[in-house]
């Protein structure tokens, strides 16, 4: 994993120190809360229902086990004893007191952390596959060009006041996209080139909210060392031409929608021909650098097979489904579900933390990753250790054998703690959960994504859910639209809306219904999507409204 | 008209010039150019050898095409002129205008006084170090992280036989 130099440690240091300073210009009212506003939501820090929110950076998801005590200590001392995996790889606290916060920071700074670009209009915390560096499938891991992006989108002096919020996902797997990276404002895949070298297919103008579109191909191919020069010409054609005089059409999709993709690929082609690339682009030997420190850990070549037969049986379920293909043979990935039924998707309790924390120190390098679907993985793990890692799942109340299925359920902040909220989405998540609550069930079920959003700016992902469930209100009335056949990954897709909204009652039977259909019709091993393509949206439309 | 007051790394003087709108048609020298944040560079390039002083607008802080602008007129057009913000900017905002290309930031005297001198002086010695290679400046803000971990690396490569 990345480790701070004397430089990236006097950035963070002096960033805290800024914002110490904002906070009391802030409380002295030199700083009035227009100014402020932008200030603290550079730094991660907003104001919501109850209180202010603070969303810790946690670059492309990756944790070393001590920082992950930190965050447990936060949650302890300055929370209500837990905190939460957002949809972008975050860890969130929702209960902080203003004049904590600098203490927070500096907490954090001490692991080398920070909530530098959460959120704001600038560029956010870079996203990343949560396999990255361990799965069979990658063509490079990926997790060098994220750092690479932190450090150069970190207080990027000409970026840091955009028309909009943007986003950067990054893959090292375009086979499979486990980043979404066609639903970003910048999605970046690693591909080899022509001639079997190794560079990026840019993807521009993806993204969910209220106008979700798939992104498109900006550059097929290009070369590593083109990246950041590339990329600052086309922030730059973004930050002059992206509309401001709407907030809900500032986002870069909405400009390459309206000046079409050739012309804006014409745009950023002409800023890049003109700019001094010398100027940004970093060395091969810098490059080389940050690769370093993601080199494979030291592998043992001692494993023994693990006898599954002689393993009770909840643990040989939980393997089926939790446990994922490592590159290095004698290896596993272990995903750690944060979808317990009774507590909110993506929370953890600081006990929880210290746990797989430990976990991660005795099993898997001391390195914890967390995931776009608010759960964790420890991504090098001994297979002959596997049971002992289960075995701390247990005791922490962590080993739900539920991921990629039905009760993998995500689901954004929604009523319970969003100002912007329009219903509730925690409880939704969490009744469908209970009703699908037999692990047997969810088995056969197979492979299938919920995903739940609160309100139409679609932080839960719902568009691109294979079944999407959108929170909604009329006349102080909540109900849900439900959206079919969203895709997430390479083959990416919005989803199709069904027709008229349902009460939450309503929803949860109905949703039940279209799941009984697909049981019945589906062929062979069809997943979900796989039987809605098949035969389209009419048979789950018509289970869905069977009731109404 | 009110008071404003131009801010620079070298210290605040008092400035109320009302830069003009540019006039395609007037073919002689401009001392203060209005430069509004949506403007179409290529309209002005053949005057920019002419024009002494270009004040960009910023209509509001949030608003950061200024900076853009700026970037452009220093590394592609080569305008080397006096480059100010002009207009609704914070302190916070100082050192990206100064990395960007800028000299100095013009602001209402009250909006500077309600921030109070220290803030703005603080603003520039708030980092002495940025990612930004070709954004560092070398006697202002900040020096380039990239860069000096160039340097650290060369220092080390050292020949010196007492270095060990
Ligand atoms: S989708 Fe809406 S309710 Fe949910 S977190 Fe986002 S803004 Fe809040």
């Known amino acids: 994993m990345y480790r701070y130099d004397e430089f990236d440690a006097e950035f963070v240091n002096a960033r805290v120190a800024q914002f110490r300073d904002q906070v009391e210009r802030r409380l002295d009212g030199r700083l009035s809360e227009a100014e402020f506003r932008p200030l603290r939501l550079m730094n991660g820090l907003y104001l919501q229902l109850h209180a202010y929110m603070l969303r810790v950076a946690v670059p492309y998801g990756t944790l070393r086990s001590e920082q992950l005590r930190m965050l447990a200590h936060l949650a302890d001392k300055y929370d209500k004893g837990y905190g939460h995996v957002t949809t972008r790889q975050n860890m969130q606290f929702n209960w902080p007191v203003l004049g904590d916060v600098p203490d927070m920071l500096a907490d954090l700074a001490s692991v080398e952390m920070h909530a530098i670009q959460t959120s704001g209009n600038c560029i956010r915390n870079v996203t990343c596959d949560p396999y990255a560096g361990a799965a069979a499938d990658e063509i490079e891991d990926p997790r060098p060009l994220a750092e690479l992006l932190r450090q150069w989108s970190m207080l990027h002096p000409e970026f840091s006041f955009l028309p909009r919020k943007f986003k950067i996902a990054v893959t090292g797997a375009p086979t499979h996209d486990r980043a979404m990276v066609r639903a970003h404002d910048i999605g970046i895949e690693v591909v080899r080139g022509p001639s079997g070298e190794v560079g990026y297919h840019i993807i521009v103008g993806g993204g969910l909210g209220r106008t979700p579109i798939i992104g498109e191909t900006l550059r097929a191919f290009c070369p590593k060392d083109e990246l950041l020069p590339y990329l600052d010409a086309t922030m730059r054609v973004y930050n002059r031409f992206g509309r401001r005089d709407n907030k809900y059409k500032a986002r870069i999709k909405i400009l390459v929608r309206e000046t079409g993709i050739e012309e804006f690929r014409f745009l950023v082609d002409e800023e890049f021909k003109a700019l001094d690339a010398s100027d940004i682009m970093v060395s091969q030997a810098e490059r080389d650098r940050i690769a370093a420190y993601f080199a494979p850990p030291e592998y043992a070549s001692d494993i023994k097979a693990l006898d599954l037969e002689a393993q009770p049986e909840a643990f040989r379920k939980w393997v089926e489904t939790n446990v994922h293909t490592h590159v290095q043979p004698g290896y596993a990935i272990v995903n750690i579900s944060l979808k317990d039924p009774e507590r909110a998707p993506g929370d953890i309790t600081a006990e929880q933390m210290r746990a797989v924390a430990d976990l991660a120190d005795k099993h898997s390098f001391g390195e914890i990753r967390t995931t776009h679907q608010q759960n964790m993985v420890l991504a090098h793990v001994r297979q002959d250790e596997l049971r002992a890692v289960w075995d701390g799942l247990v005791a922490a109340q962590l080993e739900d054998a539920n991921i990629n299925l039905i009760g993998d359920i995500i689901c954004c902040p929604g009523m319970d703690f969003c100002a912007l909220a329009t219903a509730r989405s925690i409880p939704v998540a969490q009744k469908i959960a209970e009703r699908f609550n037999d692990h047997a069930r969810q088995q056969a079920i197979g492979e299938m994504q919920i995903k739940i959003s609160g309100c139409i700016n679609a932080c839960g992902h719902h568009h691109v859910g294979h079944i999407g469930i959108l929170g909604l209100e009329k006349a102080g009335v909540e109900f849900y639209q439900v959206t079919l056949g969203g895709d997430a990954t390479q083959t990416a897709r919005v989803g199709d809306r069904t027709g008229k909204g349902l009460s939450e009652a309503e929803l949860i039977d109905g949703i039940e219904r279209i799941v009984d259909r697909y049981m019945d019709v589906r062929e062979g091993n069809e997943r979900f999507l796989d039987t809605y393509q098949r035969l389209g949206a009419e048979t789950f439309k018509e289970a869905l409204y069977a009731d109404a | ?164």
Not at chain 2, 37 to 55: E, G, W
Not at chain 2, 72 to 92: F, K, M, N, S, T
Not at chain 2, 150 to 155: G, P, S, V
């Open chain 2, 1 to 164: 008209m009110p008071m404003l007051d131009l801010i620079s790394s070298t210290g605040v003087a008092p400035n109320d010039v009302e830069p003009a709108l540019f006039d395609a048609a007037v073919n002689q020298d401009i001392d203060a150019l209005h430069l509004p944040n949506d403007a179409d560079l290529s309209d002005y390039l053949d005057a920019l050898p002419r024009v002494k002083s270009i004040f960009v607008d910023f209509p509001a802080f949030t608003d950061g095409r200024g900076f853009s602008l700026a970037r452009l007129l220093r590394h592609r057009h080569g305008y080397e002129g006096l480059l100010v913000a002009d207009g609704q900017l914070i302190p916070d905002q100082f050192a990206f205008a100064l990395q960007c290309g800028f000299d100095a930031v013009r602001v209402k005297r009250s909006e500077r006084e309600r921030h109070t001198a220290e803030a703005w002086q603080a603003a520039l010695d708030a980092f002495d170090v940025t990612y930004q290679r070709g954004y560092a400046v070398k006697a202002g803000p900040a020096t380039s992280i990239f860069d000096a971990r160039l340097t650290a690396a060369e220092a080390n490569k050292t020949t010196d036989p007492f270095s060990a």
